[in-house]
């Protein structure tokens, strides 16, 4: 899941996103390892992680804080990075 350009507005300020959506998507879409990304505009993916339950759930590093979703895949058998 990916934070959509409204999403990112709202939680970073008006100067964000760096880069449009449509690019970051490409860029993940592009990494051998990712089989699908989604954009949502939500500004927690919550709802998405719940329609979703991934086997694997990834924060970036640079990410303080408790990691929305855990709970929910942990519950189903995966894992959080």
Avoid at 8 to 14: A, N, S, T, V
Avoid at 43 to 67: F, H, M, N, R
Wanted: charged share 25%; proline share 7%.
């Amino acid at each position: 899941g990916v934070n959509g350009d409204a999403s990112i507005q709202r939680l970073k300020g008006p100067l964000r996103p760096i880069c449009p959506l449509e690019d970051r998507l490409r860029v993940l879409a592009a990494l051998e390892m990712v089989d699908f990304v989604v954009p949502f505009d939500e500004d927690t993916p919550l709802g998405l992680i719940q329609t979703i339950t991934p086997d694997v759930l990834v924060k970036g590093e640079d990410w303080a804080g408790k990691v929305v979703g855990t709970e929910w895949v942990e519950s189903h058998g995966g894992r959080v990075h």
